[in-house]
């Protein structure tokens, strides 16, 4: 997947998936966001959670018609020596978030 906004990563999926859950486990390298995409129409519009590297914080971004925009910003206590988990269970209109340091 490649955005208007320069993100890219891979994608796999259908838009008419409803309910389901996506977990990875990261290391933080040198990036602005590392995290996980969900509910994508296309490679401009969708919604995604992740590790905001820079600010230290956890995000729920978003980007509808190409405008990419910062919806929360959690601050976190960021160890870059370490692994992170991150889930989102997706549920119907739901979206649930959840961060493990490993």
Known sequence: MTSKVGISGSSWGSV???????????????????????????????????????DKAMSWISQFAGNLEEITKNPIDLDIAKKYTLKVIVADENLKDMLMAN
Do not use: H, M, S
Request: aromatic share 18%; no cysteine.
């Open 16 to 54: 008419k998936w409803k309910n389901y859950t996506v977990e990875t486990t990261v290391r933080v390298i040198k990036a602005n966001y590392i995290g996980i995409f969900v509910r994508q129409l296309d490679p401009n519009n969708w919604y995604g959670w992740a590790i905001n590297v820079e």
